[in-house]
Structures are given as C-alpha cells and as structure tokens.
C-alpha cells in the first residue's frame, strides 16, 4: 500500500508557473508519464512491481503491454490472488514528484489547467499562478465497490450550500468532486468493480471513453487525466453482481491472475505477508510444507474450486503455527519459541472459515484439511530428508524405546528424550538451511528431529499413537 505519510518535499522546486517553466518541466500525460519510467525501469534492471512473486511469466508481461499501451485495466481473478497488490504497484511508475495549481481539487497541472476555476485564475495570475507539488504515493487513490456506492460518491454531485449562495444549478462551480475526478493525473483502483450498481458502472462510461464527466443531467467538459484500474471476480463466480458489458467493453487491456504456480513463490509470499512475532521462529520445512498444504488445499475435489483458496489462507496458517510456539514457550518459562510440526494441526480449524466446501465433505471438511496437511508434510519430507539416513534414528527405537512429544513438550525435553542423534548437523542442514547463518538453537534441533519422526512415520518406517486429549503423540 502507498505510504499514508508523503516523504518530505525537496527543497528548489518551482513554486509558480512562470518558475516551472523555466525550469524546463514537461507536461506529460499520465499514461505516457507511466510507459516512459516503465520503460526506463525495464531498460535498467529496475525492479517494476516490488512485492509480487509467481506473476514474472505471466501476469506481469500482459500488465507490462497493457501500460505501454496506456490502456485501462480491468485484472480478473479469485479472491486472495494479489490483485490490489499489483495495482498498488503502479504508483510507484509515477514520477516522484508532480506539479498542481495550488488549491485546485482535481490536481491541474499549471500548463493545461482543466477546471472553470483553474481556468479562470489561469487567464488572471498568468504566470505567477501559484505551483505545489504532489508525491506519487498522494496520486493514488482506491474505492472497495459496495452495493450502496453512489454515482456521487465516485464521480460527483451538486452540492447544496454552493446553489444556496445563488449560483444557478448549471453552474460548474456548484459541483463537488468524487473520488474520480480527485484522482486526476494519477491512478485510481475500483475493487471488487462487479459489486458497484449499475447505475455507478454507468456513471463510468464518459471517464473511460470521453474522459468527461456528467452529473445531474448536464455535462462537464472536464478532460480528466488517469489511469483506471479496476479488480473483479471472475463472473461465473461471482453471484453478487457483474461488469455491465459496455463498461467492460471500455477497459483497454483484461489480464487474468493467478495462486502461485509453484510451493516456491508461495512459501516466499508467506514469508513476505506473515505477521510473525519477531521472537518466534518459523523453520523452511515448516513453511514450505504450509505451502505444499495450501497447494493440496486448492487442488482437492472436496474443494470448491471457483472460490479459490486464497494466500491468506498460508498466510493465516503460518501466523497460528507461530503463535503455538509462543504459547509452548510462555507456557515453558522462558524458552527461546521455534515451531514445530506438533503446532501445524493447530492451524486447521482456524482456517476452516477460508475454505469453501463441496457437498461430499459435508460436515467431514476438518477431516479432510488434516488428511491434506498430512500429505503435505510427507511431501515436505521426501523433498527436504527423503536421501538422508535416518537408520541411526531409527535404531533409537529398534528396541521398544518410545518418545513422548507434543506441543506443551519443550525442545530441551524433547532433545532429551530422544538422546543423541547422529548426524544431526547434516539433517538440520538439509531441513532447515537458515541455520547456516549460525549455530543450531536447541529449538531448531527439537523442531528438525520432530520433523524426522513425522516423516517416518507417515513414510510407515515408525508408528505413533496419539493421546486421548489429541495433544501428545508417542513414536
């Protein structure tokens, strides 16, 4: 999201028209503003949508075509799939720092003054009329589409105490801006644009092809200057509403996003968005098998497919496996919290709430969440100790010896317990490759041993009993 707080102003930009015009400023329009730092970006190695990963093959290069292009946007997804992410990137295309006239509620530029007003002190003040200047991060602005959004809200309205000072209704001092007309000369974002009423998508037609606006039966001849960008459902699922098809028809440029490919661009996402305490630690095998999870999540027949399983789901699961470490360490006195596979099943009824559900899973849908959380740890372990040797492990227990563990069992005890394991720096290694900024912590080396054990165990090289209560399990 653009900061709420603009950085502060450099000092020696021109504070009048005359001043910015010596100073050989261009007037650009804000889609040749965007393709021309786009492309300076591209030619550069600069990096163009800070944030996102898994599109850099797909989704970027259309949205790429689309902005050199200078086409509006309309990017068509499931819910949880980036979407406001990558249009908030885009103001990071704009210029730094941008001139307005001063005081002017749609952003003039002091060159082509587009407001009766602005006009008006135009022809007055000439070239002393009076410059300020806006950071990019105050040329953005968003509205979450509501059924109750009005045209007013977006686009404008007459405004009542202004009629009361005698002005005749026709009168384009009597208007009040909407969001709209007060992003020009930047970006604005609609989401979830299936949900605005028709009559609001209507309002829309003359800003995305005239440019103009229309309030209240009469015609502004407003040339607005922006980009529109706006998000939406895919319309075979979404039931609230729809894009009203001139509307569509209106928008330059429709790119289709999508989850993350690959466990990879996941786990990094997770990494990214997770709220952690900063206290906790939250191992790679643990998040890359929350990963392999949500993966196994939206790709069940039990799932419905067309809502979509969204990153906040991985993202959700990572901040309660976290927060189970806290409370093992709280609940310990002190010890150092690192997570565990003991916590993952703690996630799972939390995330029952993000999941949509088919008929056949029906009152079994927990059932079916660890059955796949299961698997996606199997998965983890071949993938991270499926070539390590484990017999040395093994032969701990050859002999009917049992460990207790759980997620009230400290990593100390649980160290203790099972006693020592060769080649333990190996399997830390390979499970957990962040210890190479350091020496493993005893909680690292307790979250990789449970890690083995689990593996084993669902590779059917060990059993496990789970205690009545659900919260200790016995290898």
Sequence with gaps: MTPATPPAQPDGLPDTRAAL???????????????????????????????LHGFDTTVLPQMERALIAGHDIVLLGERGQGKSRLIRTLAGLLDEWSPVVAECPVNDHPFAPACPPCRERAQREGDGLPVLWRHRSERYGEKLATPDTGVGELIGDVDPARLAEGRSL????????GLVPRANRGVFCVNELPDLPARAQVALFNVLEERDLQVRGYTLRLPLDLLLVASANPEDYTARGRIVTPLKDRFGSQVRTHYPLGTAEEAALIRQEAALPESTAVPAHLVEALARFTHLVRGSKRVDGHSGVSVRFSVAAAETVAASALRRAALAGGEVPVARVCDLPSAVA???????????????????????????????????????????????????????????????ELLRRVGTVPGLAALIESAAPEAEDGPPTPGLAAAVVEFALEGLHLERRLSKDTAPDGESYRF
């Design 21 to 51: 015009r010596d100073s050989g400023h261009l007037h650009r329009p804000v889609a040749a503003e965007i393709r021309e730092n786009l492309l300076h970006r591209m030619g550069s190695g600069l990096p163009r949508f800070p944030g």
């Design 170 to 177: 026709g009168d384009p001092a009597t208007i009040h801006y």
């Design 350 to 412: 939390p995330l029952l709430g993000k999941v949509e559900f088919e008929l056949e899973a029906e009152g079994r849908e927990e059932e079916v969440l660890h059955a796949l959380l299961r698997r996606a740890v199997a998965e983890t372990f071949r993938a991270r100790l499926g070539g390590a040797d484990l017999d040395p492990l093994l032969e701990r227990f050859s002999g009917g010896a049992t460990v207790e563990t759980g997620d009230l069992v400290t990593a100390a």
